[in-house]
Structures are given as structure tokens and as C-alpha cells.
Nanobody
Framework: QVQLVESGGGLVQAGGSLRLSCAAS????????MGWFRQPPGKEREFVAA????????YYADSVQGRFTISRENAKNTVYLQMNSLKPEDTAVYYC??????????????????????WGQGTQVTVSS
């Protein structure tokens, strides 16, 4: 079993920044792609960003490209999401997740929640206008 704990959420004004962390325990995540998703109020969960097991491949949703940065620190079993230039439409509960397959070669499929098998409990991000 893998436990994921997100932190770093909060209330921020539009244009501000937050850095989310996702700490994993129970299994080393270094062999797995990791992803961030979010669920805005009253909407479906949506893909935000994914990073390959090596960190060499990264993919972003169009809505966050150029503003958000995903990174990982395998020695700390932790993944991060740096969020800059935040907008009110970024308001959501943010979740991190562990990919299902070890040493996956690509990230194309990792926009789908079905490609992940462990999820954190989420952290709230609220951006005021």
C-alpha cells in the first residue's frame, strides 16, 4: 500500500503562487510516473500535470502550461507542483497520484485517472480575485 499526503494548499490572491508537496510512504515512488489532478467545485476531476519516473518527461494541461511546474525528488519520495500566476479558475482540490506501471516509457496515457492506482486525500487551493 502507498500513502500519499498532499500539503501546501491555501488561500491566495490572483497572481500569487503556491507550492504543493506530495509525500509518499509505504513504497518508493522512484520507479513510477506521478501526476497531479484537480477537482474544481461542482466539476469533474481533471488532469493538471504528470512527470515520468526519471523526471525526464513532463506533460501539462494546456490550462496550466507556462504557469505550473511539476518536479520530483526521489530521494525524499516527494513530488511537487509549483503554481505561479494563479487565477480564480485554478480554485480546486488538488490531488497527487502514483502511476500504475513501473518504468513506464511515456506519459501520453497519464492524463487519465485510470492510469493511477493510489491517490492522496487532496489539498484545497482557493484563488481570490
Amino acid at each position: 500500500q502507498v500513502q500519499l499526503v498532499e500539503s501546501g494548499g491555501g488561500l491566495v490572491q490572483a497572481g500569487g503562487s503556491l507550492r504543493l508537496s506530495c509525500a509518499a510512504s509505504g513504497r518508493t515512488i522512484s520507479a513510477y510516473a506521478m501526476g497531479w489532478f484537480r477537482q474544481p467545485p461542482g466539476k469533474e476531476r481533471e488532469f493538471v500535470a504528470a512527470i515520468s519516473w526519471s523526471g525526464g518527461k513532463i506533460y501539462y494541461a494546456d490550462s496550466v502550461q507556462g504557469r505550473f511546474t511539476i518536479s520530483r525528488e526521489n530521494a525524499k519520495n516527494t513530488v511537487y507542483l509549483q503554481m505561479n500566476s494563479l487565477k480564480p479558475e485554478d480554485t480546486a482540490v488538488y490531488y497527487c497520484a502514483v502511476g500504475r506501471r513501473r518504468f513506464a516509457s511515456g506519459l501520453k496515457d497519464y492524463t487519465r485517472p485510470s492510469e493511477y492506482d493510489y491517490w492522496g486525500q487532496g489539498t484545497q487551493v482557493t484563488v481570490s480575485s
